[in-house]
């Protein structure tokens, strides 16, 4: 990563939109106009409030001069985990990830579990296979989030599509390495997946908008097209290939994960996906699209729990039970990690369900 130019921070006017806009701005005392204005007279003073971020790309979205404070966090959060000043539970993600090859220590081997039984096969046993599907940490081994990842296996098949998977031979994508600042361990998991992905894929299907947006904007050399699932299996409905029957009728509401919205402008697919099941009726929540409020996964945030209060994933979930939904889906592991969590904790387990776009297409095809 570059370092921001001295002429780069002068364009911020400090209008504070950044500080309005970032979402945690009312339980952290991070403040990035306040260290953009630091930077510029050499006055900085930052604590641990930089590892509070959820890099969620509000302040960057919004900016009217088009700076990017959010680089600037992740340069300063790079510089304090070269100095070693990074929070345990984050620095113990961080090594688990150089050993195992993802954040949580589970053993390598086992990464192609989830699987099982799927009839899918590694893509060392399919040599002409040009379809790779990429299932991240969180769908290869955290327990609801492989459900999600089945699912996905399910509807593909459904479709005609057979695609291949790295297995054990697949490792973190890196993008939460690289937004906690190791950017070294980043460039080595990226050359160890475009290693084992090959030049014979054309395509790369991603569970997680993580790892699309790493994929798509980090991943250096990549010629295979990137696709998250939901565009994927958008492109098939467009196609014919994906059919849906009907489902009782259920009022469904859409959260977008910033990776996928916000960070990389798919807004339309997921949705497109839903209204083609027949009984879906799909409100929006006032906080939709572009505005989506984060769920307080991301930049690291998964593995350090932050300021205190009530977590935006809480909030969240009430927003979603406003609007009469008894579905809240999303299309992203950590999202439907921490809005699960979110409904448990606002005590909203018997009126709202989360479920990833792929299980409610999983109901909806006609064998099932």
């Not at 002068?10 to 106009?33: D, E, F, H, I, K």
């Not at 399919?126 to 089945?150: G, H, M, N, V």
């Not at 009530?310 to 809005?339: D, K, M, W």
Request: glycine share 8%.
């Amino acid at each position: 990563m570059e370092a921001l130019s001295r002429h780069e921070l002068l364009a911020c006017m400090q209008c504070g939109v950044c500080v309005g806009s970032c979402p945690l701005s009312t339980r952290s005392t991070l403040n990035v106009r306040r260290i953009t204005a630091s930077l510029m007279t050499k006055s900085l003073e930052v604590g641990d409030e930089l590892w509070d971020c959820t890099t969620c790309y509000l302040c960057v979205y919004r900016c009217p001069r088009g700076t990017k404070p959010l680089d600037l966090i992740i340069e300063l959060r790079s510089e304090r985990v070269e100095a070693g000043k990074i929070p345990p539970t984050l620095r113990d993600s961080l090594e688990n990830t150089f050993k195992q090859g993802n954040p949580w220590g589970k053993s390598r081997v086992k990464r192609g579990e989830w699987a099982s039984g799927l009839g899918i096969k590694r893509l060392l046993e399919l040599e002409d296979s040009k379809i790779l599907l990429f299932t991240c940490c969180a769908s290869a081994y955290d327990p609801r989030a492989q459900e999600a990842a089945r699912a996905l296996v399910k509807v593909l098949k459904a479709a005609g599509v057979e695609p291949a998977f790295l297995g054990e031979d697949e490792v973190c994508c890196g993008n939460e390495v690289y937004n906690i600042g190791e950017l070294g361990l980043f460039e080595e998991l990226m050359e160890t997946n475009k290693a084992n992905m090959g030049e014979g894929v054309e395509t790369i299907i991603t569970t997680s908008p993580h790892c699309y947006y790493a994929f798509k904007n980090r991943y250096l050399g990549l010629k295979a097209e990137v696709l998250h699932y939901t565009q994927f299996l958008a492109r098939l409905l467009d196609e014919g290939l994906l059919k849906l029957k009907g489902l009782a009728d259920v009022v469904v509401t859409y959260h977008d994960p910033c990776y996928l919205g916000r960070r990389s402008g798919v807004y339309e697919e997921p949705r497109k996906l839903l209204k083609a099941i027949r009984g879906v009726k799909l409100v929006e929540m006032e906080r939709s699209r572009s505005r989506s409020l984060c769920c307080e996964g991301g930049g690291g945030r998964m593995w350090f729990e932050g300021p205190p209060g009530r977590r935006l994933a809480e909030v969240r979930v009430v927003e979603a039970s406003s609007t009469g939904a008894s579905i809240l889906a999303t299309a992203c592991p950590f999202c439907l990690a921490n809005l699960e969590d979110g409904v448990k904790t606002a005590g909203l387990e018997d009126k709202l369900r989360v479920m990833d776009v792929a299980e409610l297409l999983a109901q909806a095809l006609p064998s099932s």
